[in-house]
């Protein structure tokens, strides 16, 4: 089983990857947060300056960075087989979120033997309680020091480009704190930069996933590797002025 959010091509790119080896039976997908809604969290979680950089890092520097890099996508899409093709809409179910009653009834009366999660919002107490299988998230930074989003961005930003890299670990009540299954560093190349970083963390992901959905499925107690030290932190967007700072007098794109 797959758990994602509408709208995410992430999610797409892993059930492409991972239903023609081990057969995605059910796929439940939530509805996403509307983007007033989401803006009004932020505001309330890290004030109106902050958001306000966010928001213009977003409109001056995203978007045209996507636009800037469109081959460098598309190469990375080909060399390594990401498949962003949305899932067909009968394997699918929606709901507003993961955690609605009736989303976690249909769980528990499917039994699935393993449940991959990748870009919903938290799973809540009573969805995980209810799942007799391993869940496992697929997060693009290395757990527990890059938590939240944009793991590799910021471990460049941070001059500490060993922990730029992905991991694969099962899900608890936190934010991306669940134990370590595997990780895998990722390295970069003069033409990368803020919006191909992740393509290159799902591609990463994917490999990790297929390496070790065998052994969950067979349920083999999996040894948990190093856990990576320093301060567990949760990351949020950059602002604009911080991008520009670290662009320009250190060169992390």
């Not at 509408?6 to 990857?17: F, I, L």
Request: with cysteine.
């Amino acid at each position: 089983m797959l758990l994602g959010s509408q709208g995410d091509p992430a999610k797409d790119m892993v059930y492409n990857a991972i239903h023609p080896l081990f057969k995605i039976h059910s796929v439940f997908l939530e509805k996403p947060v509307s983007r007033l809604e989401l803006l009004r969290r932020r505001i309330r979680r890290l004030g109106w300056m902050r958001v306000l950089g966010q928001v213009g890092f977003e409109m001056l520097v995203v978007r045209p960075l996507r636009f800037l890099s469109r081959d460098r996508i598309a190469e990375i899409k080909k060399i390594h087989s990401l498949d962003a093709t949305p899932i067909p809409g009968d394997r699918t179910q929606i709901f507003p979120t993961v955690n609605d009653a009736s989303c976690i009834e249909r769980i528990a009366a499917l039994q699935p033997d393993l449940v991959l999660v990748k870009g919903t919002r938290i799973l809540s107490e009573s969805l995980l309680s209810a799942i007799r299988a391993p869940v496992v998230n697929m997060h693009v930074g290395i757990t527990p020091l890059y938590r939240g989003v944009h793991g590799a961005y910021w471990a460049l930003a941070q001059n500490d480009p060993e922990h730029a890299g992905t991991t694969i670990h099962y899900v608890d009540k936190g934010i991306d704190t669940g134990r370590i299954i595997a990780q895998r560093k990722v390295q970069f190349g003069r033409g990368d930069n803020f919006v191909t970083y992740p393509l290159l963390q799902i591609a990463a992901g994917i490999e990790l996933l297929k390496e070790y959905i065998p052994r969950l499925l067979a349920g083999e107690t999996i040894p948990q590797p190093p856990v990576p030290g320093g301060r567990s932190r949760l990351w949020s967007h950059p602002t604009l002025w911080f991008y520009l700072r670290k662009r320009i007098f250190c060169g992390v794109k």
